[in-house]
């Protein structure tokens, strides 16, 4: 069971854009940096937002992260075809000493 | 490149033992602490384990604590994951990941493998 809630899914029409929220507790979200990683099925994850708001190379910036207190957003913008996969967010739980994900959410460009 | 591949993965029966392989190239392996993930069919990601780069630091999920467990040979740039009394719920696909972050409050997983499979069923 995570301890980080995200919606289920989001939806936009190609070129919109969509945000997904994260939310945590003090233990988790409101101690330490928040990552998104981006998940098409059957393929690696990959990492798209690290310490709350920084893109690794090779990530457009189209994809934002921000962070307030016990919760993180992931926006996503001009939103592609080829964004339609499933973000989890994560971050370390100081509390519990593990690595938690999100529920996970799953993005759909009608 | 940097790359990460799995392997060990198969069929086994409940209380079973199955291993895990991971092997690291293209990067300095004994820089990098190192954990496992896994995916359950139809379910998200689920966090594992973590090993420290020389072994001295590791945790486990609540899940696995006392069935599982990590190692590491920096001298192979290999990770392992050795699985015993597995569980039909352990079946998944169980990805190793390399961390970054000095410390754990910047913890996050910037290079991932492919994943291998592990199905526990009779």
């Known amino acids: 069971q995570s301890v980080l809630t995200q919606p289920p899914s989001v939806s936009a029409a190609p070129g919109q854009k969509v945000t997904i929220s994260c939310s945590g507790s003090s233990s988790n979200i409101g101690h330490n940096y928040v990552s998104w990683y981006q998940h098409l099925p059957g393929t690696a994850p990959k990492l798209l937002i690290y310490e709350n708001d920084k893109r690794p190379s090779g990530i457009p910036d189209r994809f934002s992260g921000s962070k307030s207190g016990t919760s993180a957003t992931l926006g996503i913008t001009g939103l592609q075809t080829g964004d339609e996969a499933d973000y989890y967010c994560?971050?370390?739980?100081?509390?519990?000493?593990?690595?938690?994900f999100g529920t996970g959410t799953k993005v759909t460009v009608l | 490149e940097v790359q990460l591949v799995e392997s060990g993965g198969g069929l086994v029966q409940p209380g079973g033992s199955l291993r895990l392989s991971c092997a690291a190239s293209?990067?300095?392996?004994?820089?990098?602490?190192m954990n496992w993930v896994r995916q359950a069919p139809g379910k998200g990601l689920e966090w594992v384990s973590y090993?420290?780069?020389?072994?001295?630091?590791?945790y486990y999920a609540d899940s696995v604590k006392g069935r599982f467990t990590i190692s590491r040979d920096n001298a192979k740039n290999s990770l392992y994951l050795q699985m015993n009394s597995l569980r039909a719920e352990d079946t998944a696909v169980y990805y190793c990941?390399?961390?970054?972050?000095?410390?754990?409050?910047?913890?996050?997983?910037?290079?991932w493998g492919k994943g291998t499979t592990v199905t526990v069923s009779s």
């Open positions: 090993i420290i780069t020389i072994s001295s630091i590791i």
């Open positions: 293209g990067f300095t392996f004994s820089d990098y602490s």
């Open positions: 990941a390399r961390v970054r972050g000095s410390n754990f409050a910047y913890y996050n997983m910037d290079v």
């Open positions: 994560g971050t370390w739980d100081s509390s519990l000493s593990v690595y938690v």
